[in-house]
């Protein structure tokens, strides 16, 4: 199809381009480099894709133009490139008429979604975070919606690794945060999740692929199956009677039902990660949607049946044999379930909280049966374990070892997946064997909360309380968020965060504006594995609660984890910087020894 004249402008003579090989037009539109070569003319767009500098400075041999800053090349006809980091550079029609030639100044994809997913997975593929933050900052500007480029980077996560891994629980843990981020933010949190998952698969062997059973048994054999072959650790019976109730096309509840029931056989797996894998999976369909489920849940088999479990530790077995313990009131869960009033509903989770922090295992236990006989659910006991667990973050001391930090973030992790699996089970899991079966992780949990007391000696004073005045604190939304903010950049700001955020709630200010506060603050950090469960825990956590004295008190526990690990060095904020920048025209060989922040 020919293309009108009047979209064209005049770029200069032949003559002028034989003489100079090249020539730059300027105008409203990019910059445009026009290469007379090989007795052919081109046109490009004047900007190296992959960091803006000006494609004039580079040179041209046997039809490559090399851009000379990063020394990507470049097909001169086509504007591909050699290099997968670097991406294509734009080209645009040219005509030439009596001697001079014309220009149609278009750049563009055809189809910007498409470009922009086909380049999100050379990024993946090749763990090319600039290519990726590009991607994920183009598809949204593309109006992509956020799950769409989540979906596409789970199912690399689950595809292009033999196993779920940590870069697959951060991707997952930012989508649950995205209905509570801003714009910006929702970028950032894309980019961590899809970068993370990237370096995660880079090297891995893919996924081995496995087939369902030809038959179809009923539920409880494929439970009692799946529990069979994980106690043995015969991972691809596993992974068959798995993919067997998928086949047979079990609803998400009884799905998770299977798994949760067999991740809890081994008391605090593989220091709890075991279960919050498996529940990260089950969370990671929810978002991408569940007809991915023989893709998704395969993956946590790996992890699931070789994980060590508690009763191999010897803190667990001496002084006090915990898992002895566990066991036998796991034992008599299905009697006190059946015996439980049920009258009204039961509210007393945080006197059980109380309960679950004291330092006597049997007594704790108790205190668990006893709420149960009163009314508890399951989905009740994991809510008050999960705020117990948060307290032994919001109390760590820090006279402890910096890498105790772990062990509570363990902990309260942990409780939380165990409340999210319970309530994924529904209502009535106290009347199923698999929501009975599952009831069993909160008992682990409840003993490693147990465990971690020593780091509560003595315990941080929480914010407001004990004679802590905070009316010396910033008063506004403003200020308090550029406070927190300023608090991140400095190291050892642990007891301060947590008062700010303190601040910010009793003040009645929006929790979601501090939540955003926290995200950013996370989201500009090279952050590791766990301070991204840890904001997304305590965000889960928070929504059961709200701006009440024990939602306060989760949100303190992630700020001084969050403080407590900040702040790094932000390369990869500059990154995904330097891809908007670069998506909005910018010109990034201007800022080299200045200050870009006007680019």
């Known amino acids: ?44 767009d004047n900007r190296c894709p992959h960091m803006g500098f000006p494609l004039d400075r580079g040179s041209v041999a046997d039809g ?14 086509s504007g591909c490139t050699f290099d997968l980091w670097a991406d294509d550079v734009p080209t645009c029609p040219v005509e030439l008429r009596d001697g001079e030639v014309w220009i149609r100044p278009s750049f563009g994809h055809g189809d910007p979604a498409q470009h922009w997913r086909r380049r999100l997975d050379d990024g993946l593929r090749h763990n090319l975070g600039l290519v990726i933050a590009k991607a994920v900052r183009g598809q949204l500007v593309a109006e992509v919606p956020p799950r769409e480029i989540l979906r596409q980077a789970a199912l690399f996560a689950v595809g292009n690794r033999d196993g779920w891994g940590v870069g697959a629980t951060i991707l997952v843990a930012l989508g649950n945060l ?26 891995e062997a893919p996924r081995r692929e496995s087939v369902p059973l030809a038959s179809r048994p009923d539920l409880a054999t494929l439970q009692r199956w799946l529990r069979h072959w ?26 998770a039902s299977l798994l949760f029931a067999a991740a809890t056989d081994r008391a605090f797996a593989g220091s709890g990660h075991a279960l919050d894998f498996v529940n990260k999976a089950c969370e990671c369909l929810d978002l991408i949607g569940w007809e991915h489920a023989s893709a998704v849940l395969p993956s946590v088999v790996g992890q699931m049946v070789a994980a060590r479990g508690a009763d191999e530790s010897t803190t667990w077995r001496h002084p006090v044999d915990l898992v002895t313990l566990c066991e ?16 009204e509903p039961w509210s007393d989770h945080a006197e059980l909280s109380a309960a679950l922090l004291g330092d006597d295992a049997r007594a704790i236990l108790e205190a668990l049966e006893a709420a149960i006989l009163a009314g508890a659910s399951p989905a009740d006991l994991g809510r008050s374990l999960a705020y117990a667990a948060a307290l032994r973050v919001a109390h760590f001391g820090t006279s402890n070892e910096h890498a105790d930090w772990e062990t509570v973030l363990h902990v309260f992790t942990y409780a ?69 903010l300023e608090t991140f950049d400095h190291h050892r700001q642990v007891d301060r965060v947590g008062r700010l955020v303190a601040r910010h709630l009793t003040l009645g200010h929006p929790p979601e504006a501090l939540i955003a506060t926290l995200a950013q603050g996370l989201l500009r950090e090279d952050a590791g594995f766990h301070a991204y469960q840890m904001l997304e825990a305590g965000v889960r956590q928070f929504g059961e609660w ?27 904020f500059q990154t995904a910087d330097i891809a908007q920048r670069l998506l909005r025209g910018g010109e990034l060989h201007q800022c080299v020894g200045n200050d870009c922040s006007s680019a």
């Not at 209905?179 to 993370?196: C, I, M, N, V």
């Not at 991972?235 to 109730?245: C, F, V, W």
């Open 328 to 343: 036998k009131t796991a034992a008599d869960l299905p009697d006190l379930f059946t015996r439980a009033r049920r009258s």
């Open 416 to 484: 939380n997946a165990i409340h999210q699996a319970l309530k994924r089970l529904g209502a009535d899991a106290a009347a199923q064997d698999g929501g009975i079966v599952a009831a069993r992780g909160v008992l682990h949990g409840a003993m490693a909360v147990y465990l971690a007391r020593y780091l509560n000696v003595p315990p941080a004073r929480l914010p407001g309380e004990d004679g802590d005045r905070l009316d010396e604190l910033p008063d506004t939304i403003g200020e308090i968020r550029a406070a927190l």
């Open 178 to 203: 995205l209905p509570l981020l801003p714009e910006e933010e929702t970028y950032l949190a894309l980019f961590h999740g899809a970068r993370r998952v990237a370096a995660d698969c880079d090297g």
């Open 230 to 255: 994980s106690g043995v650790r015969h991972r691809e019976a596993a992974e068959r009677t798995l993919l067997t109730a998928i086949a047979s096309d079990a609803p998400p509840a009884a799905l």
């Open 1 to 44: 199809m020919d293309v009108p004249s009047s979209d064209f402008v005049h770029a200069g003579s032949l003559a002028e381009l034989k003489a100079k090989g090249r020539l730059v037009v300027h105008g409203r539109h990019s910059p445009i480099l026009v290469i007379y070569d090989g007795g052919r003319v081109f046109a490009l």
């Open 64 to 77: 490559i133009l090399t851009c000379h800053w990063h020394h990507a090349d470049f097909d001169l006809a």
């Open 546 to 572: 709200g701006n009440t004295d024990p939602g306060r008190h989760i949100l303190v526990a992630v700020a001084r984890y969050l403080a407590a690990h900040s702040p790094t060095e932000r390369a990869a």
